[in-house]
Antibody, heavy 118, light 110 residues
């Protein structure tokens, strides 16, 4: 069945970097665009980034533009989110989500928690 | 891009109907029929509930239905069941390949 599994979260100091991964299974990665969506503790969802099916196009929320980079390795069925210059406001559970049926998120991973502290 | 506006909470008794609103602007909900709704049970990942304003993915009961008028989208849950207790988020595509979510509505089944 369709599965997305994030990893790479943890506790990191303000200003440092972290790289998240999302491994997918149960379908062909290259056929889909993907997104990263985050959720701060007790808060709502926030769209973070999008990557096209071939990686040729990426888009970012203003809150992370210039600091976050998303990429993909279709052969290894893995998505990445490289996060730099982290601040406390980046503390959240980060989900990877598949785009399908149009501009919608039809499958989600279980999320990985990133905690930024001083 | 500002978040879509949802009421923080909603509630209803089993068997009743409850409607959750989601208000955006003419740049998102008002411009595109790309509205979706997600259900998030406590401690779990979100689940796609509604897409393209009113379509249900396979497996979603027809007790969940949604619509849009102008800059506001709405999700109605009819015949409330205990298992419907969750957080509900609306979302809309916005121009230049970006997306926006609502702040979420916590639905309580009394």
């Amino acid at each position: 069945q369709v599965q997305l599994v994030e990893s790479g979260g943890g506790v990191v100091q303000t200003g440092k970097s972290l790289r998240l991964s999302c491994v997918v299974s149960g379908f062909t990665l290259r056929g889909y665009a993907f997104h990263w969506v985050r959720q701060a503790p007790g808060k709502g969802l926030e769209w973070v980034a999008h990557i096209s099916h071939d990686g040729g196009r990426t888009d970012y929320a203003d809150s992370v533009k210039g600091r976050f980079i998303t990429s993909r390795d279709n052969s290894n069925k893995t998505l990445f989110l490289e996060m730099k210059s982290l601040t406390k406001e980046d503390t959240a559970v980060y989900y990877c989500a598949r785009q399908n049926l149009g501009p919608y998120f039809d499958s989600w991973g279980q999320g990985t928690l990133v905690s930024v502290s001083s | 891009q500002s978040a879509l506006t949802q009421p923080p909470s909603a509630s209803g008794s089993p068997g009743q109907s409850v409607t959750i609103s989601c208000t955006g602007t003419s740049d998102d909900i008002g411009r595109y029929d790309y509205v979706s709704w997600y259900q998030q049970e406590s401690g779990k990942a979100p689940k796609l509930l509604i897409y393209a304003v009113s379509k249900r993915p396979s497996g979603v009961p027809d007790r969940f239905y949604a619509s849009k008028s102008g800059n506001t989208a709405s999700l109605t849950v009819s015949g409330l069941q205990a298992e419907d207790e969750a957080d509900y988020f609306c979302s809309s595509y916005v121009s230049t390949n970006s997306w926006v979510f609502g702040g979420g509505t916590k639905l309580t089944v009394l």
